[in-house]
């Protein structure tokens, strides 16, 4: 999976990129194919915002689905971690609707007996 960062304003924490790597690396282990993510890092110099100047949108890119999110926070950390849990969410509700989950053994046991 390939991850690319883009910063719009002011300039990024230090360690944000390697625990952007770490954290959207871990989404692999819902077995969806996605070949890249854009990370969009908005930063709003307007002081009326606040608690929520800092502003990340997530969206995928590949075979797999269109996963889009976005968080916003006091800080660029603050703000990823909020739309890298959507996109959590998302794929792993997409992850357990793929699972093939077969209902009617228990019918059929309860059928045999009658």
């Not at 910063?7 to 077995?31: M, P, T, Y």
């Not at 969206?59 to 959590?88: C, I, K, W």
């Not at 989950?101 to 059928?111: A, F, H, M, N, V």
Request: net charge positive; no cysteine; glycine share 6%.
């Amino acid at each position: 999976m390939k991850i690319i960062i883009h910063n719009h304003g002011e300039s990024l924490a230090i360690d944000f990129q390697k625990i952007a790597v770490e954290r959207l690396e871990r989404l692999s282990r819902f077995s969806i194919p996605i070949e890249r993510i854009d990370v969009d890092v908005k930063h709003e110099a307007n002081p009326r915002f606040g608690k929520s100047s800092h502003r990340v949108v997530l969206t995928s890119h590949g075979s797999g689905p269109l996963l889009r999110a976005e968080g916003s926070g006091f800080n660029d950390l603050a703000a990823f971690d909020e739309a890298a849990e959507a996109v959590e969410l998302q794929l792993r509700k997409r992850h357990e609707r793929s699972k093939d989950i077969d209902r009617t053994s228990l019918r059929k046991l309860r059928g045999s007996k009658d």
